[in-house]
């Protein structure tokens, strides 16, 4: 039992850290078993981050190829955060996400150490692109507790969310 919260403590620190690095979860590809679709994942990578930290994963079928879901979440060690909505700026570009209807949703990792809150987000696939393809790139989480605003890229300088985008829209172009 030890080593299984010594090993979740050290993923959560992995996931909380945002280094500029390209390590991180590889994208699941399955099928559909409901209409045969193909269907990328990528588990949810954390922006560059101080303390709260946003994080940022993605859904993509093929049975709607323009489109994807974008989760988009906190972590923190010590609350859950209800999410009212989100900002995601590329550039000077600012775009308003509206969140799929329903709660927040909340989960405790095993080992308890951080809360994760999160919402799914339907955006278009293009918007994953400029994101990846951008050196400028910013979110902004509107909740209960206020804004809460963490870098994707920043100047150049990036965060595994940033590069588990990168990999899931190679598993996407894969598919198409």
């Known amino acids: ?22 390590s991180g979860l590889a994208p699941d590809i399955s ?7 193909a269907v990328v ?8 981050c101080l303390s709260l930290c946003t994080t940022l994963g993605a859904q993509w079928s093929s049975s709607r ?15 859950f955060y209800s999410i009212r909505g989100a900002q995601i700026r590329v550039g000077q570009d600012v775009i308003d996400l509206t969140p799929e209807p329903g709660i927040t949703q909340l989960e405790v990792d095993p080992a308890g150490v951080a809360r994760d809150s999160h919402k799914w987000f ?4 293009d918007l994953i692109r400029r994101i990846a393809a951008s050196n400028d790139a910013w979110i902004r989480l509107n909740t209960n507790a ?10 150049g300088k990036d965060s595994k969310a940033l590069n588990a985008l990168k990999r899931f829209l190679s598993k996407v ?4």
Do not use: W
């Open 146 to 155: 206020g804004t809460v605003d963490d870098a994707i890229i920043d100047n």
């Open 31 to 37: 099928k559909s078993g409901f209409d045969g679709a």
């Open 65 to 79: 190829p323009d489109v994807a879901n974008l989760r988009i979440g906190i972590y923190d060690l010590s609350k």
């Open 1 to 22: 039992m030890k080593r299984l919260m010594l090993a979740t403590a050290a993923a959560v620190t992995m996931i909380l850290s945002g280094c500029a690095t390209t």
């Open 173 to 176: 172009d894969e598919q198409s």
């Open 41 to 48: 994942d990528i588990a949810p990578h954390a922006n560059m």
């Open 122 to 125: 339907t955006v278009p696939l």
